[in-house]
């Protein structure tokens, strides 16, 4: 089956303005989530989104959003990008099982995209 | 806070030699452990998880963890690197309680010929 799907592989934008990423996962992962990779900051987690709503979140600015839609595929905006908006951003989806009440991922884990190298100039 | 810590940040060694990578967290509930490797141009690509049963888990290329619950610690190991294993190295923690991965800083790996 397809993995991961980002797109753009990678973009370049000027500083003041805003990008949306797109996230398509594996058919029938539900669960959705964003990291930012910087070389100083390492791997970050920015949100995760579940059946269209956003039930974590990272300590990023109100800059940075996103969205799911009914199929599951998800888009992050970053609104007034700065040049430390710099990175790789990458997408994981996970397969959730319903127990005690609450969607958690299965020992399927995590599976990444191969991410959108954003650029801001 | 909860954090995940890898203590060696960049690691060099020749073919043939044994691997051990650290890896510690802080969290106090159950958690769900795995160790990523993202190879020059490629993405993240998982190696092995934990997530209940046997401590010692085995995973592709010959990796193996083991999970020690008394010490929060989940290190990488293989007997014998190759070349093809130069890459960075990421342990990842997902608290059950959550629905994130919180990735440690990743180790550097090199093997020379």
């Known amino acids: 089956k397809a993995g991961v799907t980002q797109t753009p592989r990678y973009l370049i934008k000027t500083r003041g303005q805003q990008v949306t990423l797109s996230c398509s996962p594996i058919s029938g992962h539900r669960s959705v989530s964003w990291y930012q990779q910087t070389p100083g900051q390492g791997l970050q987690f920015l949100f995760e989104?579940?059946?269209?709503?956003?039930?974590n979140k990272g300590n990023f600015p109100g800059r940075f959003s996103g969205r799911q839609f009914s199929n599951s595929r998800s888009e992050m905006n970053v609104s007034t990008l700065e040049l430390g908006d710099s990175a790789l951003y990458l997408c994981?989806?996970?397969?959730?099982?319903?127990?005690?009440?609450?969607?958690?991922?299965?020992?399927?884990?995590?599976?990444f995209g191969s991410g959108t190298r954003l650029t801001v100039v | 806070a909860q954090s995940v810590s890898q203590h060696n940040h960049h690691v060099i060694l020749s073919e043939a030699a044994s691997l051990e990578l650290g890896c510690n967290y802080s969290?106090?509930?159950?958690?769900?452990l795995f160790w990523y490797v993202q190879y020059p141009g490629q993405h993240l690509q998982l190696l092995l998880k934990y997530f209940s049963g046997d401590p010692l888990v085995k995973g592709i290329k010959g990796f193996e963890a083991e999970f020690i619950k008394s010490k929060f610690s989940f290190n990488l190991r293989k007997p014998s690197v190759q070349w093809s294993d130069t890459a960075e190295y990421f342990c990842?923690?997902?608290?059950?309680?959550?629905?994130?991965?919180?990735f440690g800083k990743g180790t550097s790996l090199l093997v020379t010929p």
């Open positions: 994981a989806s996970s397969l959730t099982i319903r127990t005690g009440g609450r969607e958690r991922t299965t020992n399927y884990g995590y599976t």
């Open positions: 969290y106090g509930g159950t958690v769900n």
């Open positions: 989104y579940f059946s269209e709503t956003q039930r």
């Open positions: 990842a923690v997902n608290a059950n309680s959550g629905y994130a991965l919180n």
